[in-house]
């Protein structure tokens, strides 16, 4: 069955320190990846997406991910992560062929300390 | 970028009545939405997909009678919790995709969600 799974369900980082959250996706001839992350009590926001081209993806904050096809991996990292970055991060894939669902992982939550 | 709204953003009610959440797509027409379901400290799940203009799509396991969804326009979506119990108290989020994205389709853009408490 299609899955993601990010291995991580938490990851306490000191700021200013840098920091990857691990993402991998079943095998698949054509897929969408995605990043989002929710504060407290919010919505989703998209961090980034990898849609085709470029496998090196640039998002907001200061955020970039990978897309390796031959690993099925979509790692996001940050080279230096502030206090603010503190929030739970999911990592979501569209399968191609499939009705365009997103599936999504478990989430990693992200602590940050001074 | 495409912006979508959710109305509640909060809600309390009484165990036994119905409660309906607005999914607004602001400055884009989506033919698809999609309705999720968190709980607490967990990834979202996802309930059913809403199709302008026929019947939702349910995920096995939920209750179409008690999930009642309708997608009546291009920017509208709105799901029903009938006779609500305690056990239905959650964060409700829904998304949207952009039907003229070309490639970028497959994104969804989400709501900011319903926190719904029933007592």
């Known amino acids: 069955a299609q899955s993601v799974t990010q291995l991580d369900s938490q990851v306490p980082v000191f700021e200013e320190a840098p920091v990857e959250l691990r993402c991998n996706y079943s095998?698949?001839?054509?897929?969408?990846l995605f990043w989002y992350v929710q504060y407290p009590n919010q919505g989703l926001q998209l961090l980034l997406k990898y849609l085709s081209g470029s496998t090196l993806v640039k998002g907001i904050n200061g955020f970039e991910a990978e897309f390796n096809k031959s690993q099925t991996s979509f790692h996001l990292r940050k080279p230096s992560v502030h206090i603010s970055d503190t929030a739970e991060y999911f990592c979501a894939v569209v399968y191609g062929g499939s009705q365009g669902n997103l599936i999504f992982g478990k989430g990693t939550k992200l602590s940050v300390k001074p | 970028g495409a912006v979508v709204s959710q109305h509640p953003s909060r809600v309390i009610c009484k165990s036994g009545t119905s409660v309906k959440i607005e999914c607004r797509s602001l400055?884009?027409?989506?033919?698809?939405m999609f309705w999720y379901r968190q709980f607490p400290k967990k990834s979202l799940m996802l309930m059913a997909t809403?199709?302008?203009?026929?019947?939702?799509?349910?995920e096995q396991g939920v209750e179409k009678d008690k999930f009642l969804i309708n997608h009546a326009s291009l920017t509208l979506s709105t799901l029903t919790v009938t006779s609500a119990h305690p056990e239905d108290s959650s964060f409700y989020i829904c998304?949207?995709?952009?039907?003229?994205?070309?490639?970028?389709?497959?994104?969804?853009?989400f709501g900011p969600g319903t926190r719904l408490t029933v007592l």
């Open positions: 998304s949207a995709r952009d039907f003229f994205a070309g490639p970028s389709y497959n994104e969804q853009f």
């Open positions: 809403s199709n302008e203009g026929s019947k939702a799509t349910y």
């Open positions: 400055d884009f027409q989506a033919t698809t």
């Open positions: 095998s698949s001839v054509s897929v969408y």
